[in-house]
């Protein structure tokens, strides 16, 4: 279908200006509205205003411009069928061949902190999605394009085929087009679901970011969806796994939660240790003394850009990850020489792909979740003795590792490494001697140590168990029947702690 009239009205105004252009110099009458109007004046680019096609006025502060009989007329009219021709003349539909609309930026909106319900609903666009699902319904006589990332695709079929467009790339746009709406419509729907409370569905659209070779075990049929290949890069290695991905999520959550320099070494998505100093290597070795068989295989994870001297630190032992914002020349040559070693690189800032939203698959349905992502720390001292400056930075330190702990969890720290970590045990106390017993394994010492617990102590015990294994401070969130009993407990061997009022299970 020869494109003789274009509609286009973009909020991503990406490129926008020069595929006007290409269709302008092939002698394509363009219709534009508002900004998207402006802009291409302003690149002297011949345009009509939607309000001159349709004999209307844009109204109610624009709310209403595109929805009109003369728009949707001249993008549903069937060509070809002659009632339908019959009719357009009458009505004075007159075509319109391609429509390159993309959405007011709902998504963009609602993910700023704080924003109201009312600026919410003032980017809910109807125009927009009206005009798509016109065109895409057409799509056997209309070309429609809500994604920049196509006009290359448009120009190039239409250059080889005498300004028409092949049925076969419009029907692909119209795919698309019906999945960008459908996935507009479920985030507004699941915003106005979570912002009012209100009883109604939860849905989730996501593009498949890639096919899998497995799942979790190999007769695990596998795919990842969504947006991942936004924030990470691979440089190096074998295909990533299903495993691989979670565990580069969880060592991505885990490093933001440092400023510092930092070292980190997860497993199975567990901590191994983690450790901060301004030579990276020293990092390193403070987060490898807490355990050192466990890393074999596993994730690292880093926060400033991989040098050579850590590189050859980690080139030491089996990894099945390493995670950084980049790598240094030199690095790389030492680690690439693993040829399956994966190496990853933060494309954004960690903070930026951190998920918002949990989601479980349980028997029968799916929960839904906050992500676990607390604000500021306001600690409680709740013992006689207040804790020392290095007392609290070793407290903090537990804390931020110990959230990203498999309950029950357990973390031994001192304000600059993690000394001994126990994890997913069915007994707090357990989890309090598996630490210990990974830490004396190691040969690390736990003398003047904090303790932090994912939840509360329920009983004096594991507390107790803390202080004999060495540790003089105490970090929990307190709420416990028995809060009074620990607290008495602490006092008496004259630790310090503090309670948060935050707990952090990971089931």
Not at 354 to 366: K, Q
Not at 393 to 398: C, D, R, S
Not at 467 to 477: F, L, R, V, Y
Request: charged residues 25%; proline residues 4%; contains cysteine.
């Amino acid at each position: 279908m020869k494109i003789r009239r274009a509609l286009i009205s973009v909020s991503n105004k990406a490129g926008v200006a020069a595929f006007a252009r290409a269709l302008e110099s092939q002698g394509v009458d363009i219709i534009s509205t508002g900004g998207t109007a402006v802009l291409l004046r302003k690149e002297k680019i011949p345009v009509r205003e939607i309000s001159s096609f349709t004999a209307f006025p844009e109204v109610l502060d624009g709310r209403v411009k595109t929805l009109h009989p003369r728009v949707h007329g001249g993008l549903l009219y069937k060509r070809g069928n002659a009632k339908h021709e019959a009719e357009a003349r009458e009505c004075g539909f007159d075509p319109i061949d391609l429509v390159a609309v993309n959405l007011y930026p709902f998504e963009a909106t609602v993910a700023r902190r704080g924003v109201t319900l009312a600026e919410a609903i003032e980017n809910i666009d109807i125009g927009g999605p009206s005009m798509i699902r016109s065109a895409a319904k057409n799509y056997e006589s209309v070309t429609v394009v809500v994604d920049p990332k196509d006009y290359g695709a448009v120009l190039e079929n239409m250059r080889k085929h005498d300004g028409e467009t092949t049925l076969k790339l419009r029907e692909r746009l119209a795919i698309k087009a019906f999945n960008r709406t459908a996935e507009y419509d479920r985030v507004i729907a699941n915003f106005l679901n979570k912002h009012q409370r209100t009883d109604a569905s939860f849905s989730l659209s996501l593009p498949l970011a890639m096919r899998l070779r497995y799942g979790e075990n190999p007769h695990q049929d596998a795919a990842l969806y969504g947006d991942f290949d936004r924030y990470f890069e691979k440089l190096h290695g074998k295909q990533l796994s299903f495993n691989n991905i979670l565990d580069i999520s969880a060592a991505t959550n885990l490093i933001v939660e440092f400023d510092d320099p930092t070292v980190a070494i997860l497993k199975h998505t567990n901590p191994c240790g983690v450790g901060s100093d301004p030579d990276l290597r020293n990092a390193w070795e403070k987060a490898f003394a807490t355990d050192k068989q466990a890393p074999f295989g596993g994730i690292i994870v880093c926060n400033r850009a991989l040098n050579e001297a850590l590189a050859k630190a980690i080139s030491e032992i089996f990894s099945e990850v390493i995670i950084a914002p980049d790598f240094e020349i030199e690095a790389r040559a030492v680690l690439q020489k693993k040829k399956n070693l994966r190496l990853i690189r933060f494309l954004a800032s960690p903070k930026e792909g951190r998920p918002i939203t949990d989601l479980r698959s349980v028997c029968g349905g799916v929960l839904v979740q906050d992500a676990d992502v607390d604000g500021e720390l306001t600690p409680n001292v709740v013992t006689k003795r207040r804790p020392t400056k290095a007392e609290l930075n070793a407290m903090l330190f537990g804390w931020r590792v110990v959230k990203h702990v498999k309950s029950n969890a357990i973390v031994y720290a001192k304000a600059d490494r993690t000394l001994g970590i126990g994890a997913g045990q069915m007994s707090r106390v357990d989890a309090s001697r598996i630490a210990v017993w990974k830490a004396n394994e190691a040969g690390v010492s736990l003398k003047g140590s904090a303790v932090a617990s994912d939840a509360f102590f329920p009983f004096p015990d594991g507390l107790i168990a803390a202080a004999e294994a060495g540790a003089t401070c105490a970090i929990q969130p307190g709420g416990s029947v028995r809060d009074e009993e620990v607290i008495a407990a602490a006092n008496q061997r004259k630790m310090a702690m503090i309670f948060t009022g935050v707990r952090h299970f990971r089931h």
